[in-house]
């Protein structure tokens, strides 16, 4: 068990061989930490840990005990009004206007396992053994209300997952006017914040500022989880780097509003607290009534960035995914966007597939265009059946027919939560949009939001998908979302309850697609949001990939995998090779290189194969028989980076098989440059006493050869073409 609770200093001590986290219960009732950091030895009192300080300006708990006070205090799930100047974890607004609780702690229980989550993604234990979980519950005398703080500790995996229960177990009307899912408070401000930030084509790109007094935040108000900031960050040692250092790194299993962020007072004190936005957030609750915060997850490790990532990529594909497919090798796919757009022809779609086929392609994906009037981005979303039969003779079912015939699999796209004006579903239902009715929706990309809060939206759109799903041959959905939310309000919600439609309209997401994964769950779910709007732990749990970003440029797709892994697995970014110039920057870069950087993901292809000339389909060929022989390797091996994108004019990256058997690394160059270095590639994972052989080569090299002299980098002449994103893959296999 790796919950331990001391009776006598009513301490208790979560731990698993990397990591110990101790909370104490306090005398006045509430929660203290006492330690949150490397393993150390259990032991019965660590309360030599808690500030005690009487000093001027400060308020005190209680007459008579003037060492105490909450400004001091480490607080596990913080409110504010009684001391305790920092961001709170809750607000709670009582019928008289009051905002002020004084929770204490009435009772707590620690059990194997971990429970689910009813209608909200959230990390799961495989077994009892896999995980335990305490639950404390903390009770205030003047509305008894009720809060449940829940911690499952992983015993394999250093993470603690959080959330929070808040329960109006009195008779008063109470408002949630903030409701965060964990807060934590680090003794010292030492770190630098590692987060991801960017926008629609530059998505997740890495930055790292240094803390300071006051707020470090990140988030988002846009309905979704963000293409702008992704709901995680880190807090690392300045001196860490990789692969040594302390990293605490924190993330949030949710796709809606969300925020992080580190306050670091002026005792050099540093809170971090993570949960939906409080911006855009208010949720009544009548008596009787449960409002549960979606999970933050907690990683703790002194091992570098690296090992967070790892760390973060376990979890993601051993606890948290649901999908069949979380741990397979994903097809080799041909999306035709790029390709066609929405003007196609079924025999132009045909084309593709069977000259895909021919090159070694194993799925086919119908990109948007295929329903209704959707001849531009003005029409058809909401339709989801075929009425263009000039475009597609025998609609759907036809056509995911005459493509499995070749021998190819069909994959099929939908854009679920969304609706243009014109549509059938606009004309029966036009008050099904997100949006007060004396309002005018503003419009993004020509569509409207659907008011996902309402169970008889997501009903008929479910029915909808379900009957093309049904009916044809299909093993892939991409799901794309195109548009952020604005006028967020649902007619089909009182008013004082409005507070709770962006939350609401996520539930909604969430539910539909519960409904289809566990109605198909054969077929392979990839999420997408204008590219990698939308990447986060939340979709993951039910779409085990997603379109990483609409930018298939290779140079900006190595920055943005480069970010993206640093908390999402290989194995979910959809990685696609595409034409040159480039659709995004103009950009001509070598077929090599676009193949290099795509393997590291859910392969696929995204151009007009038919276009390719004889040289580009052999080389494709090639691309693809080396992805399907190390698919395994490449999209389900432990991901290391090796140089940073962000830093040099190179970047490299590997993957290393679970025995470190077999690895394989890439350097890519960015821009060449005349007379360059002479530049090495140190790589990691491997055994360092065993011998690898190097594409396929007889030499022999030691794994600490490989690590710690080096792989030189082949070099180019003085003034060579060819250098500017030229790449380099090494393949490793122990003898
Ligand atoms: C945005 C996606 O990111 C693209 O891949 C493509 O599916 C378009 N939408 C289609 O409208």
Redesign the pocket.
């Known amino acids: 068990m790796g919950i331990i609770y001391h009776q006598n200093t009513q301490e208790l001590h979560l731990f698993n061989s990397e990591l110990s986290y101790i909370i104490k219960i306090q005398k006045n009732g509430g929660l203290m930490n006492l330690y949150y950091g490397k393993r150390i030895h259990d032991k019965e009192d660590f309360g030599y840990l808690q500030p005690q300080a009487s000093r001027p300006l400060t308020v005190y708990e209680s007459p008579g005990n003037s060492g105490y006070s909450l400004q001091y205090i480490r607080r596990e799930y913080p409110d504010y009004g009684r001391g305790d100047f920092r961001t709170p974890a809750y607000l709670i607004r009582q019928e008289n206007g009051s905002r002020i609780t004084a929770f204490s702690y009435d009772s707590h229980k620690i059990y194997r396992g971990k429970k689910k989550l009813e209608g909200l993604p959230a990390t799961y234990a495989e077994n009892d053994e896999d995980a335990d979980t305490l639950e404390i519950r903390l009770t205030d005398a003047v509305t008894n209300a009720v809060i449940v703080l829940s911690y499952t500790i992983f015993n394999k995996l250093p993470v603690i997952a959080r959330h929070v229960q808040l329960i109006n177990g009195g008779t008063q009307n109470l408002v949630l006017e903030r409701a965060l899912s964990a807060s934590i408070d680090l003794p010292d401000s030492d770190y630098e914040m590692v987060y991801l930030t960017g926008a629609w084509a530059r998505e997740r790109h890495v930055r790292t500022r240094k803390l300071d007094h006051g707020i470090s935040s990140i988030g988002s108000i846009r309905g979704a989880s963000s293409a702008e900031y992704n709901p995680f960050f880190a807090l690392k040692r300045p001196a860490a780097t990789e692969d040594t250092g302390e990293v605490y790194g924190f993330c949030f299993i949710y796709s809606g509003n969300h925020l992080e962020q580190a306050e670091v007072d002026t005792d050099q004190n540093c809170r971090v607290s993570i949960g939906i936005h409080p911006d855009t957030f208010e949720w009544a609750l009548t008596p009787g009534e449960t409002f549960v915060t979606p999970e933050a997850v907690f990683v703790y490790t002194d091992y570098g960035l690296n090992a967070m990532s790892q760390t973060f990529h376990c979890l993601f594909k051993e606890h948290l995914m649901q999908s069949t497919w979380k741990d397979r090798q994903r097809p080799v796919l041909i999306?035709n966007?790029e390709a066609t757009?929405?003007d196609f022809t079924e025999n132009k779609i045909l084309d593709i597939a069977t000259a895909a086929k021919d090159l070694g392609i194993e799925l086919f994906v119908l990109?948007?265009?295929w329903f209704g009037g959707r001849e531009d981005?003005t029409k058809g979303l909401g339709d989801w059946f075929v009425t263009n039969f000039d475009k597609l003779p025998e609609g759907i079912e036809g056509l995911s027919a005459k493509i499995t015939d070749l021998g190819l699999q069909f994959g099929l796209?939908f854009?679920p939560e969304m609706v243009n004006p014109g549509t059938k579903l606009y004309d029966e239902h036009p008050d099904w949009i997100l949006c007060p009715a004396e309002r005018t929706p503003s419009p993004g990309r020509n569509q409207y939001v659907l008011d996902f809060t309402r169970d008889e939206v997501v009903d008929y759109i479910y029915d909808l998908m379900e009957k093309v799903l049904s009916g044809a041959h299909i093993s892939y959905v991409?799901w794309?979302m195109?548009r952020y939310i604005t006028e967020c309000y649902s007619t089909g919600t009182p008013a004082l309850s409005q507070g709770k439609t962006f939350h609401k309209y996520i539930l909604g997401v969430y539910r539909l697609y519960e409904k289809l994964t566990l109605r198909f769950p054969d077929i392979l779910f990839e999420s997408?949001?204008?590219?990698g709007a939308r990447f986060d732990p939340g979709i993951l749990y039910y779409a085990p990939q997603a379109?990483t970003s609409?930018d298939t440029d290779a140079v900006e797709r190595i920055k943005i995998q480069y970010g993206t892994s640093l908390v999402y697995p290989v194995s979910s970014m959809g990685a696609h090779v595409s034409q040159v110039p480039n659709q995004q920057t103009g950009r001509c870069t070598p077929l090599k290189t676009r193949g290099d950087v795509a393997m590291f993901g859910a392969f696929g292809y995204?151009l007009d194969i038919t276009a390719l000339d004889k040289e580009e389909k052999t080389a494709v060929k090639e691309q693809i028989t080396f992805v399907k022989k190390h698919r395994l390797l490449l999209q389900h091996g432990t991901f290391y980076r090796l140089k940073s994108p962000f830093r040099e004019n190179a970047a490299a990256w590997m993957m290393v098989s679970p025995d470190r058997t077999e690895a394989i690394a890439a350097y890519y160059n960015l821009l060449g440059t005349p007379n360059c270095r002479f530049d090495r590639l140190f790589l990691r994972g491997l055994d360092p006493d065993r011998k690898y052989h190097m594409n396929g080569s007889t030499e022999v090299y030691y794994g600490d050869e490989l690590m710690y002299a080096g792989i030189p980098i082949p070099h180019t002449g003085v003034c060579e073409s060819n250098v500017d994103f030229s790449s380099f893959v090494f393949y490793l296999s122990a003898l």
């Open positions: 999306n966007w757009e929405m990109d948007d265009g981005d796209w854009e991409k794309d195109n997408c949001a204008s590219g379109w609409d995204e």
